[in-house]
């Protein structure tokens, strides 16, 4: 079983989930030994909390229901490359894996800005860094914020 593509499945459904939400759509997975321990979308805007991002809201959440700080042995699955604070964040609890969709530069495209390698910027410059496989099922997340954020 491809796991990266079943666990990126449901990142991506979680950010469509954010958009109907009224926020934006972003997604997150957080699994250990291939099975999911939690998961959360976007909720900047029904938070009422701008860092309430997907990533960063998983990592609290996550903490905060298991006492655990160390992520080493877990994978973060996220719909779209995480920011640079979500990126911090993943550094600061020594994630041991990243996997995401759609690049800050895929995004960034959409919405005619000039976007960045987010997370390949923080993690080369932090002696704890997690493993990175980005693209996966890059379209797929792409449609979703497509559908959030060009107004055709």
């Known amino acids: 079983m491809d796991w990266d593509r079943e666990f990126m499945k449901e990142a991506i ?5 954010a958009a109907r939400h009224g926020n934006e759509p972003f ?9 999911i321990v939690c998961t959360n979308e976007n909720q900047i805007y029904s938070r009422h ?16 229901e298991t006492g655990i700080t160390g ?3 877990y994978t973060l699955y996220s719909s779209c490359e995480p920011c640079f604070m979500c990126s911090g964040a993943m550094v600061w609890t020594n994630l041991g894996r990243l996997v995401y969709g759609a690049s800050d530069i895929d995004l960034c495209e959409l919405i005619h800005e000039k976007g960045s390698a987010c997370s390949k910027i923080v993690f080369e410059n932090s002696y704890l860094r997690p493993e ?21």
């Open 13 to 17: 459904r979680l950010s469509a989930e």
């Open 49 to 64: 909390d701008f860092t309430y991002h997907a990533e960063l809201g998983l990592i609290r959440k996550f903490s905060e």
């Open 71 to 73: 992520l080493h042995a």
């Open 132 to 152: 990175v496989t980005a693209g996966v099922m890059r379209e797929e997340s792409l449609a979703v914020l497509r559908s959030y954020f060009v107004k055709e």
């Open 27 to 35: 997604g997150a997975v957080l699994v250990k030994d291939n099975q």
